[in-house]
């Protein structure tokens, strides 16, 4: 008797053991993606103090350097997430994550800090895949309810990844060098790159998803549209009186994650005396309180939406005001003289910080055509990194003279201004005490 080898294939795929719960799995492997993002991102302001000795760099040198990555990152944020709207989430993310372990390898070979430049700026284009590929992942595989709670744990991956960096980067750069730590990094990235090939695949592909997980999933979820080209894309968003609520509170937001991911070492190290072992010691707080500010995020919108009958939309609203309120601790920053209170106040300030983040991401993939999420948020993160590349600048040219402390002052005002911006443009103004927005 002859045996059908589709039909044999198919049967064997259709009993394939099921995973209880896959959709968070999945977001853990993504998570596990960002986090290794994260670390080989953040080396560079980890290896500041010693790079800028090695290849003889200025503050405004070093500030160009960052600048180059913020400004690829910035352009190229909105083209991947077009990418990956196009050709999905498993072969586009992985294309991105390929790119940016080989570049960060490659930064074990500058001998300028032209050519430092050079090489963040590719890697940053590479990186920029992680904000909307963020958004992908939660619309692809989280019903509406679920979302804002899958937003707030997918954001722990942007700052766990910056919170394992100093301790990784240092006890790296001790064993091998500046140029070993670079290297190592890398090398991490392209392991987990291996580890996405392998399991990542879509709910409607993954033969370890059960039909009633998946029903689970798609509960809610709007159908897939027509796929935009991506100009005709940006010009429908433009219009959208909600893209520019959403954008300009990134904009005001992203200048202090920029200080805490790529300044924050050299400032302990200038204004505070620290060595590069003190730093690793203490500039992982931020990012640790960013992480906790990630998970409580989603669950700060059930507590309002309990306590105040808020619903969805205004719930996550009412979480992203509350973490643009936290921020103000960094204007105090700049008077305080003792660093172990300053740590803590800009900890304060990555919790807020990553709060707004999260809540962002979370009316993004629930306010958005499921075919547009990762353009949008892609959009999204080029407006945070427009002002990220700004402030960049402006670090550079002035710290030297005028001292970190009126930035922070800045940076914790920005944030409430950009809350404005939420409402007015965002929230709902009816009632929403019984209804999910």
Known sequence: MSIDVKESGEEAFSTRRKWKSLR??????????????????????????????????????????????????????????????????????????????????????????????????????????????NAKTIADWFPRKERPVAAGWAGVGFSIGAMLAPPIIVVAHISFGWQGAFLFSGGLALLWVVLWWLFYHSPEDHPNLSKKELAFIRQDNEPDTEKLPFFKSLRILSKNKKFWGIAIPAFLAEPAWAVFSFWVPLYLANERGMELKQIAMFAWLPFLAADIGSVASGYMTNLYHKIFGFGQINSVIASSVTGAFMMISLAFVAITKDPYIAIALISVGGFGHQVISCMLSALVVNNFDKSQVA????????????????????IG?????????????????????????????????????????
């Open 24 to 133: 968070w799995w999945m977001l853990a492997l993504f998570l596990l993606g960002v986090t290794v993002n994260y670390i080989t991102r953040n080396s560079l302001g980890i290896l500041a103090p010693e790079l800028k000795t090695s290849l003889n760099m200025t503050t405004e040198q070093y500030s160009w350097v960052v600048a180059s990555f913020q400004l690829a990152y910035t352009v190229f944020q909105p083209i991947c997430g077009w990418l990956i709207d196009v050709i999905g989430l498993k072969l586009g993310f992985l294309i991105c994550a390929s790119i940016w372990a080989i570049v960060c390898m490659m930064h074990a070979g500058a001998g300028s800090w032209l050519q430092l430049a050079i090489l963040r700026f590719f890697m940053g284009g590479a990186e920029a895949a992680a904000t909307p590929a």
């Open 375 to 394: 353009t949008v948020n892609g959009l999204r993160g080029s407006s945070a990194w427009i002002a990220s590349f700004l402030f960049t600048l402006l």
């Open 397 to 437: 040219a002035v710290s030297d003279t005028i001292g970190f402390g009126p930035l922070f002052v800045a940076m914790g005002f920005f944030d409430l201004i950009g809350a404005a911006f939420l409402i007015f443009l965002f929230a709902e103004r009816r009632s929403q005490k019984n209804t999910h927005a």
